[in-house]
């Protein structure tokens, strides 16, 4: 069965140091992995995900089947960045379901 | 606003009661899902729709849960006899498949129900 980690139920940083939020995943066959996020006040929305291999709003994430994870990181945290993050779990094909994880609460001290 | 759409937004109901949510997708999306998210927790997948072919139920999804999608566009989540640990947000996403790639997920704003 599928199963995404997120150790950290709690993070904070200041402002301008670099962030990293961490998630491991248990899954046997091809995952496809992504961060989704959670403004205040706003709906799930989705940030980034692996095959895509963008970055968006300076946040990259990379793929790690050797370690089974896919940390989120960013350089130079900023003030907006503050939210709720999500990783979660996917099949190749057609994502039928998403496996989340217990998320993350990221919040950026100025 | 052309994003998923969700009804109520927020519903209390006593214990026994029946409540039925109504989930609007966005137009052209031939997928919809159903998750439930309890504090602490991320979503957790229920059920989802191939247009109007419901082709996955999580064993989360009790017999007192019925979910339809009569025509290939709404869809409504129906919790008969509602328990107190029915009390969770409620989120409903839509995608469109399209190849073999992965197809995003786009979420409502969720309906949170409350059982007293």
């Known amino acids: 069965a599928q199963r995404v980690t997120q150790p950290e139920k709690l993070l904070s940083v200041f402002k301008g140091a670099p962030v990293e939020l961490k998630c491991n995943y248990s899954?046997?066959?091809?995952?496809?992995l992504f961060w989704y996020v959670q403004y205040s006040r706003q709906r799930l929305q989705l940030l980034l995900r692996h095959i895509s291999r963008e970055s968006i709003k300076g946040f990259t994430a990379d793929l790690n089947k050797g370690e089974t994870s896919f940390h989120l990181k960013k350089p130079f945290a900023q003030e907006e960045d503050s939210a709720m993050y999500y990783c979660a779990l996917g099949f190749r094909v057609g994502n039928e379901k998403l496996t989340f994880g217990t998320g993350t609460r990221l919040t950026i001290i100025p | 606003d052309t994003g998923v759409s969700q009804d109520p937004r927020h519903k209390i109901t006593k214990r026994g009661q029946n409540v039925t949510f109504r989930c609007d997708p966005i137009?052209?999306?031939?997928?919809l899902y159903w998750y439930r998210q309890t504090l602490g927790q991320g979503p957790e997948f229920l059920t989802y729709f191939q247009n109007e072919a419901q082709l996955e139920k999580s064993r989360l999804l009790s017999d007192r849960f019925s979910a339809e999608r009569p025509k290939g566009s709404f869809s409504t989540l129906e919790i008969q006899r509602t328990e107190q640990g029915d009390s969770a947000m409620y989120l409903c996403a839509s995608s469109l498949l399209a190849g073999t790639g992965g197809n995003e997920q786009f979420f409502g704003p969720g309906t949170r129900l409350t059982v007293l």
């Open positions: 137009s052209e999306h031939n997928r």
């Open positions: 899954y046997s066959g091809s995952p496809e």
